[in-house]
């Protein structure tokens, strides 16, 4: 699982290819975000995703991630939130469930598929944080899902 790990660190750190960027069919809204995270205790999609276009809304339905992690680091928590445009806005936080679905020598491996209500504003930019208990290797993949309204 080392080694399964290291590859889901390394293909994390690469360059994430242009059809990875938003995807808009009929309303319907898709984008996939990857981050490597070397020798953290937590790991962030927070500049991965795009901001809202301007003059739209954006309702997020679905999130689904694989977070992979190596050490003993146990995963305290996993949540989407909005990177805001106004100091003043209200926060909103989405907590999401993480499911533990693999431990080998010196890695775990996390996967979550959840149903999701967050809206955001013109201007916000959709983010994902997993925190864990220590320091280590994370690598994260995540998919958002949702209806852009323009």
């Given at each position: 699982?080392?080694?399964?790990?290291?590859?889901?660190?390394?293909?994390?750190?690469?360059?994430?290819?242009?059809?990875?960027?938003?995807?808009?069919?009929?309303?319907?809204?898709?984008?996939?975000a990857t981050v490597a995270c070397p020798g953290a205790s937590d790991c962030s999609l927070?500049?991965?995703?795009?901001?809202?276009?301007?003059?739209?809304?954006?309702?997020?339905?679905?999130?689904?991630?694989?977070?992979?992690?190596?050490?003993?680091?146990?995963?305290?928590?996993?949540?989407?939130?909005?990177?805001?445009?106004?100091?003043?806005?209200?926060?909103?936080?989405?907590?999401?469930?993480?499911?533990?679905?693999?431990?080998?020598?010196?890695?775990?491996?996390?996967?979550?598929?959840?149903?999701?209500?967050?809206?955001?504003?013109?201007?916000?930019?959709?983010?994902?944080?997993?925190?864990?208990?220590?320091?280590?290797?994370?690598?994260?993949?995540?998919?958002?899902?949702?209806?852009?309204?323009?």
């Open positions: 699982m080392r080694r399964v790990a290291l590859i889901a660190l390394t293909l994390a750190s690469l360059a994430v290819p242009s059809w990875s960027k938003p995807i808009t069919v009929n309303g319907h809204y898709f984008e996939f927070i500049n991965q995703f795009t901001a809202v276009p301007s003059g739209s809304q954006l309702i997020l339905t679905q999130s689904s991630c694989v977070i992979t992690s190596t050490g003993t680091a146990k995963i305290l928590q996993v949540f989407l939130a909005a990177k805001l445009v106004k100091a003043n806005a209200p926060v909103r936080i989405h907590y999401l469930v993480p499911t533990l679905v693999a431990t080998l020598t010196g890695a775990k491996s996390y996967s979550l598929n959840q149903q999701v209500l967050e809206p955001l504003q013109s201007g916000e930019t959709p983010f994902i944080l997993a925190a864990f208990n220590e320091k280590n290797d994370i690598a994260m993949a995540c998919s958002i899902a949702g209806d852009l309204i323009p």
